[in-house]
């Protein structure tokens, strides 16, 4: 059933081509000029009074009269609208695909880890005082259970093998040696319990060793895995789609004729994987305003992304698509640069929308300030701790807008990065977070949010 329409939807107030170049940083030497490197302070395009009062705290757009939502409470707005969404059912998940996911349940140990005392080294089993007499079989680990020891005898052990009963301590290898009799020879004192791992030591049966709400990392895979589990009960990832929008997109080969290659198709899935999605399928539907009404009807992924599309021109159908659907709008731009004119909307009880612009990095703003905070609340992961770093360099920021600029880390400051504008991926490509720039900018030294990429996030290659 479709969730009540909030207001009417109009098209976007925005003109992208001019609104968004008033985000652009230019070197003031001439940033644009691709032959300046990376670090130089930057400054905003100059605007006209009239930019300046479209976009000026309480102005109305042009056509609609809505007013785009500041950057905090937009993404304030994506969690919950997330939350809003009924809660599907813990699933049974393999450890060979539970990369990524969150625990369901607490993670309880089926076993004492570990489940019998074993060597904890290479090395020599011995039972009481030395010398010893030294046996002619080896314990070896994966074998059945060896025979006792008694006081004065050893055997060689291998590491992870089971201690023989009555088995003092381990020596090891280099600690020992062998006289003309065979018998064994301690060159350091051999402490009772001494390398021996005893039954347990890590956990007892029963023990909870994570809590629900735990990301499911490799190293959980592997303490899971020790503690007897073959599946994991686990939130399922949510379910997304991505429509990629635009005549003009090409495939495969160089940009030419007024063609230019689709950087966002190859790019959104991974991207939407590391914030813990399951990626349904990547649709590329050209400027069809019937293949994008079908798409979006059709789709049963809890989260539709789509590219390009949410400004007002000839061929902007998204707007039009989620009013002929009765679509909630939760979001109708953004008072952030890059990527102004993205939206949010409830499509069913159990589906939502984000529509990204087209341009690459203006989609990567969109990425992180809506599709993050839904999946990261329909993942079940838990929000990063906010932190801060200084600036490196002053940036110029937009007059009113929240900007979000790539950076690089570098001896605990955030280096800002050129090649940041709305079209431009050179920039992200080269950094480790975004930072947030408050309206009117930021000093060389002021410390700003940052947000991380999710480059390193478990999930990032599961399917």
Request: hydrophobic share 40%; with cysteine; aromatic share 2%.
């Amino acid at each position: 059933m479709n969730a009540p329409r909030a207001r009417p939807l109009g098209q976007d107030a925005d003109d992208l081509d001019v609104e968004e170049a008033l985000a652009l940083v230019k070197d003031p030497r001439g940033a644009s000029d691709p032959r300046h490197g990376h670090g130089t302070p930057a400054v905003p395009a100059p605007t006209s009074e009239g930019e300046n009062r479209t976009h000026a705290p309480g102005a109305k757009g042009k056509g609609d009269g809505h007013k785009a939502t500041p950057w905090p409470q937009a993404r304030t707005t994506a969690e919950r609208a997330a939350r809003s969404v009924p809660r599907r059912a813990p699933a049974s998940v393999s450890l060979d695909a539970a990369l990524g996911l969150v625990l369901a349940a607490p993670l309880a140990a089926l076993t004492d880890l570990p489940s019998f005392d074993t060597s904890a080294m290479d090395g020599y089993a011995v039972a009481g005082p030395g010398p010893w007499d030294l046996r002619e079989e080896r314990v070896l680990a994966g074998h059945a259970k060896p025979e006792p020891l008694i006081d004065g005898e050893a055997v060689r052990i291998a590491t992870g093998a089971r201690i023989p009963q009555d088995a003092t301590a381990v020596l090891r290898s280099e600690h020992g040696r062998l006289d003309d009799k065979g018998r064994l020879h301690a060159t350091r004192e051999a402490v009772h319990g001494q390398d021996i791992r005893p039954r347990g030591q890590e956990c007892r049966s029963g023990d909870q060793l994570l809590p629900a709400g735990a990301l499911v990392t490799p190293a959980v895979l592997g303490l899971a895995a020790a503690a007897g589990y073959d599946t994991l009960t686990a939130v399922p990832r949510p379910r997304a789609e991505v429509l990629v929008l635009g005549d003009e997109l090409l495939t495969e080969g160089l940009p030419q004729e007024g063609l230019i290659r689709d950087a966002l198709g190859p790019m959104l899935p991974p991207w939407l994987r590391a914030l813990g999605a399951e990626v349904l399928a990547v649709r590329r539907l050209g400027d069809d305003a019937k293949a994008l009404h079908k798409a979006i009807t059709r789709s049963d992924a809890d989260l539709i992304v789509t590219t390009g599309g949410t400004a007002s021109g000839p061929v902007d159908h998204v707007h039009p698509t989620l009013s002929r659907i009765g679509a909630q709008l939760l979001v109708d731009g953004v008072k952030v640069r890059p990527g102004h004119p993205m939206l949010l909307a409830r499509t069913t009880e159990n589906q939502h929308l984000v529509g990204l612009p087209g341009n690459p990095l203006a989609a990567v703003s969109g990425l992180l300030t809506l599709a993050e905070p839904l999946l990261r609340i329909l993942a079940g992961r838990v929000a990063p701790e906010p932190y801060t770093l200084p600036l490196g360099e002053a940036v110029h920021g937009h007059p009113y807008d929240t900007r979000l600029i790539p950076v690089v880390v570098r001896a605990d400051r955030a280096m800002p990065l050129h090649y940041n504008g709305p079209a431009m991926l050179r920039g992200i490509a080269a950094s480790d977070a975004l930072a947030v720039v408050p309206p009117g900018g930021a000093r060389q030294g002021q410390e700003l949010e940052l947000l991380d990429l999710p480059w390193a996030l478990a999930g990032m290659g599961n399917a």
